[in-house]
């Protein structure tokens, strides 16, 4: 398979009268053409913003990107000027967001929504966007497309909206699908209809997508990768099996144990991770999980281990290696 | 389990919202029925769970039978006393034995007091302590839930979302109740503190003999602590029962496609579910449909039954309801 998103020592920075936080630091990864990914990590962790930072979303002021690289079929995204950046947002490369609440326009239809893009991205008439825009909400399983399309987005409901959204994500063909928490806003029926039509499209369309989500659950179902984050760095990046089945790292453990399953047999204490995740203004010398960690040697405090490979496509940054002793 | 004394007993809950238009003389057009005739039963010292979809009533279950809202109709049995019928001092009174612990750790915490007089209010208010006695259980407290005792000092904006919430279980402990109410009290923390306040909830339910009516939306968490389930759906309960049998043998149709829209972090077992994946969203409670309100989007409804007759919410033996004309 092909290398269609390859980034390298992406960092992102914060500039903010408290000091300067540091969301993303010098973050690298691949993704292949029509592989799914899943970033998974909590609140904070850089996440969002690392994608972000790829769009070139990144409120500036306070925020920037001060460093690295994102190739995308042959060029680099961070080095694009605006005008070139917009040709590839929304076209290429298409997102959709957490909350499908707010990011539609309440006073503008669905249709003129979903056209904005097609007019704008692929030069189409209006009649002809009109068309395209009701076979869109026919591909997202909108019942009723074509009289719904003239409808404002309050007469929708969330999980319908979210459909709209991916709808128009879809638009001009993506090569790439990022989709930022865009069901955790969602209930769990409602959840599992979009989780279930994103897979489905992913087939019928063959584009790759970034799910961005904090629910292991979710990314053991969709994803084909995984990448663990964690105070703004990849601490951990596996196929999606290996993870689960061979986690590596401390904090991918500590998850994985913190989470009531479903299918658990009997009734077992969890393990929570204690303390809590650092401050990203005031981040620790060290590995930034060492302070919470139960596997901390005195070496953890001090040097911030970098990604190395342990097993196939299977990398982790980590002092320790949890199936026993040092590294 | 089963032999154990009943502590609360909820008979035909009701609590409808009145739909009003006009600005100066307001017409009654209607009601939205959030909560639509429950009858359950929560016996001493276990866990019940009340899991549902948003807007399908499970909050204001938990406070309509607290008495934060009057119900529409109905009795609420707790210790023998019919709360719906009490109010002033005797149910002031009553408010000792029961307890709220809230979701949002952010709002539920006053930003202008200090953590001793949000978990001392309670102790004040109920006459149980003052002064420096006061000061002294309310260290004791915050111990309890695993805070610092010299925190109580210290404002709410000082804590993180985790702490937060042990501050409001703390609150909730103070008076010593017999049934703390939770609601949501872990959907908004991150995922690695969440198995924190869970697992200080249990420990907090052992050490003082609690009963919990534990509200939650992820049917994971509901399932790990409790010991039966209830499951909602538009202002009713489609079935009740064990956290196992529930689990596998649930009758509802409703609580299967619940069941099977969970996604269980396990990549090995994801890739062999069978989902059933309900089509359609919930409807308005405003304007529920007729019949059983599931039917709308039920995969095995029964054309001329289930869209006419409401389903009667039966005991089928062995400690299991449920509401759905399939279940005989």
Known sequence: ?327 | MADKEILLQVEDLKMWFPITQGIIIQHHVGDIKAVDGLSFFIRRGETLGLVGESGCGKSTTGRAILQLYRPTGGDVYFQGHNLTQLKGEPLRRMRRQMQMIFQDPYASLNPRMTVGDIVGEPLEVHNIARGRELRERVMDLLEDVGLNRYFINRYPHEFSGGQRQRIGVARALAVGPEFIVCDEPISALDVSIQAQIINLLEEMQQKYHLTYLFIAHDLSVVRHISDRVAVMYLGKIVELTTRDQLYYDGRHPYTKALLSAVPIPDPAVEEKRQRTILTGDVPSPANPPKGCHFHTRCPVKIAGTCDVIEPEFKDIGNDHWVACHRVS
């Open chain 1, 1 to 327: 398979m092909a290398t269609l998103l390859q980034v390298k020592g992406l960092k992102t920075q914060f500039f903010t009268q408290d000091g300067v936080v540091n969301a993303v630091n010098a973050i690298d990864f691949d993704l292949n053409e029509g592989e799914t990914l899943g970033i998974v990590g909590e609140s904070g962790c850089g996440k969002s913003v690392s994608v972000l930072s790829l769009m070139r979303l990144i409120p500036t002021p306070p925020g920037r990107v001060v460093g690295g690289e994102a190739w995308f079929q042959g060029r680099d995204l961070i080095k694009m000027d605006n005008e070139e950046i917009r040709s590839v947002r929304g076209n290429k490369i298409a997102m959709i967001f957490q909350d499908p609440m707010t990011s539609l326009n309440p006073v503008l239809t669905i249709n003129q929504q979903v056209s904005e893009a097609l007019e704008l991205h692929l030069g189409m008439d209006k009649r002809q966007a009109r068309r395209r825009t009701v076979e869109l909400l026919d591909l997202v399983r909108i019942p009723d497309a074509a009289n719904r399309i003239d409808d404002y987005p309050h007469q929708f409901s969330g999980g319908m909206r979210q459909r709209v959204m991916i709808a128009m994500g879809l638009s001009c063909n993506p090569q790439l699908l990022i989709a930022d928490e865009p069901t955790t806003a969602l209930d769990v029926t409602i959840q599992a209809q979009i989780t279930d039509l994103v897979r489905q499209l992913k087939n019928e369309i063959g584009m790759a997508v970034i799910w961005i989500t904090h629910d292991l659950g979710i990314v053991a179902g969709l994803a084909d990768r995984v990448n663990v984050m964690y105070a703004g760095f990849i601490i951990e990046s596996a196929d999606v099996k290996d993870l689960y089945a061979d986690p590596r790292h401390p904090y991918t453990l500590g998850l994985l144990g913190s989470i009531p399953r479903l299918d658990a047999e009997r009734k077992t204490r969890l393990t929570p991770i204690e303390g809590l995740p650092p401050d990203l203004i005031d981040m620790p010398p060290g590995c930034p999980f060492a302070p919470r960690c139960r596997y901390a040697l005195d070496k953890c405090l001090t040097e911030n281990p970098v990604l190395e490979t342990v097993a196939r496509r299977h990398t982790v940054a980590c002092w320790v290696d949890v199936k026993g002793g040092s590294r």
